[in-house]
């Protein structure tokens, strides 16, 4: 089993910075995948953005030059640099890892961004 912890959300005003980060624990062998998903209300969960065991990495159209993320193998740990962010942003953020074909999920730390 994996478990991940999720810390760096918060309130924060149209146009500031957060940094999520997750780290992972348990029984590790190494992720083919490290990301994170997000949750508004009433919506459906979505990708936010995530990196491969080769470097590769995916955005949503809607944060792409605002969201950095980054992955430390010998840590285990996935990090989200969110810049500009904006109301839209708002949601519960969920940190994702896909190990051995199973997917593993955190439970999720909420962003708020006041207009």
């Known amino acids: 089993q994996v478990q991940l912890a999720e810390s760096g959300g918060g309130l924060v005003q149209d146009g500031g910075s957060l940094r999520l980060s997750c780290v992972a624990s348990?029984?590790?062998?190494?992720?083919?995948?490290m990301g994170w998903y997000r949750q508004a209300p009433g919506k459906q969960r979505e990708l936010v953005a995530t990196?491969?065991?080769?470097?590769?990495?995916t955005y949503a159209d809607s944060v792409k030059g605002r969201f950095t993320i980054s992955r430390d193998n010998a840590k285990n740990t996935v990090s989200l640099q969110m810049n500009s962010l904006k109301p839209e942003d708002t949601a519960v953020y969920y940190c994702?890892?896909?190990?051995?074909?199973?997917?593993?999920w955190g439970q999720g730390t909420q962003v708020t961004v006041s207009s």
């Open positions: 348990g029984s590790i062998f190494g992720f083919s995948a």
């Open positions: 994702h890892v896909v190990q051995r074909a199973a997917d593993y």
């Open positions: 990196v491969r065991t080769g470097g590769s990495t």
